[in-house]
């Protein structure tokens, strides 16, 4: 199967997708009013089946200013695309994902995107691990 991961931001949004279980990072979009547009064409482009996105609650569950806003993305998405859409822990997705960033410039939301989606393929088993 093949997913979207999105790692939703007020200005900016993060894409991954998944082939074979593992995890790309597929740019960054502007949170803009052509948004849905634009995943539309990437949903048809990359062959999604489902989505994933990362939850932006905290560590504690708490909500933080984005929480609401991404919790209506989420379900304007599940209405515009029809497709299935999860919800998967986003905390600490955008640290882990600095440190892969280069040197003194603040990480990319696709790694973060990135992070969230590969997190999700293995707690589900979808991602496919080295034989030992």
Known sequence: MRYLGIDYGTRRIG???SSEGI???RGVLENSAELLVVLREV???EKIEAIV???TRSFGGGENPVTKDADAFIEKLKKETGLPVAVAREA???KEASRFAPEGRP???????TIILQRY???????IHPMR
């Open 15 to 17: 894409l991954s997708v």
């Open 23 to 25: 995890a790309f990072p």
């Open 53 to 55: 996105v990362g939850d």
């Open 121 to 127: 393929l293995d707690m589900r088993g979808d991602a």
């Open 107 to 113: 990480h990319d939301d696709s790694a973060a995107a």
């Open 43 to 45: 949903i048809t482009k």
């Open 92 to 94: 600490g997705s955008s």
